[in-house]
Antibody, heavy 118, light 113 residues
Framework: QVQLQESGPGLVKPSQTLSLTCTVS??????????WSWIRQPAGKGLEWIGR???????DYNPSFKSRVTISADTSKNQFSLKLSSVTAADTAVYYC??????????WGQGTLVTVSS | DIVMTQSPDSLAVSLGERATINCKSS????????????LTWYQQKPGQPPKLLIY???TRESGVPDRFSGSGSGTDFTLTISSLQAEDVAIYYC?????????FGQGTKVEIK
């Protein structure tokens, strides 16, 4: 049974870079036809898709994040990561990592709250 | 980007009654190559990640009670809870998988009347 777990700092200062890691257990991120995704949710608001990395290493990003976002993978650790630069208070949210199979997202981490504040 | 619009934003339904949530996409999410609608429904309860309910607009995920059903094609979709149970109180989201960026509806909050 594949499980995902987010980790990283819960507090980031404005203008700095938010860095989160998703550790996948119960399956390899380099096998199968899966997209490993990041999605966020500000408190009391809806879901926002940030981007994804395919098993081949190909990435897709939400243009709304312009050039601030980078998603990468470390297959030796079975992890994938999110970096979001130049953060502001508007980036405060619960960040989820998830597995996208091309037509749904059927595995989600529990989410981690990241607060942007000085 | 494909814009997903849900209606209503919230609804209150009596236990055992039907709840209907609508989702409209700004362009068709029907892939002509396989005749499948790339539209998914999720349920989210407080403090939890979204839970997959329905994919391909009408295919129920394994383990999801059969009181949940999805319908629609092209740009107009519906999630129906045939007989609302107390445990169905949640926010429901639709999401399109037709193209990137993946986009979600704004959510519909379902409560007990």
């Amino acid at each position: 049974q594949v499980q995902l777990q987010e980790s990283g700092p819960g507090l980031v200062k404005p203008s700095q870079t938010l860095s989160l890691t998703c550790t996948v257990s119960g399956g390899s991120i380099s096998s199968g036809s899966y997209y490993w995704s990041w999605i966020r949710q500000p408190a009391g608001k809806g879901l926002e898709w940030i981007g994804r990395i395919y098993t081949s290493g190909t990435t897709d990003y939400n243009p709304s994040f312009k050039s601030r976002v980078t998603i990468s993978a470390d297959t030796s650790k079975n992890q994938f990561s999110l970096k979001l630069s130049s953060v502001t208070a508007a980036d405060t949210a619960v960040y989820y990592c998830a597995r996208d199979v091309g037509y749904d997202t059927n595995k989600w981490g529990q989410g981690t709250l990241v607060t942007v504040s000085s | 980007d494909i814009v997903m619009t849900q209606s209503p934003d919230s609804l209150a339904v009596s236990l055992g009654e039907r709840a209907t949530i609508n989702c409209k996409s700004s362009q068709s999410v029907l892939y002509s190559s396989n005749n499948k609608n790339y539209l998914t429904w999720y349920q989210q309860k407080p403090g939890q990640p979204p839970k997959l309910l329905i994919y391909w607009a009408s295919t129920r995920e394994s383990g999801v009670p059969d009181r949940f059903s999805g319908s629609g094609s092209g740009t107009d979709f519906t999630l129906t809870i045939s007989s609302l149970q107390a445990e169905d109180v949640a926010i429901y989201y639709c999401q399109q998988f037709y193209s990137t960026p993946r986009t979600f509806g704004q959510g519909t909050k379902v409560e007990i009347k």
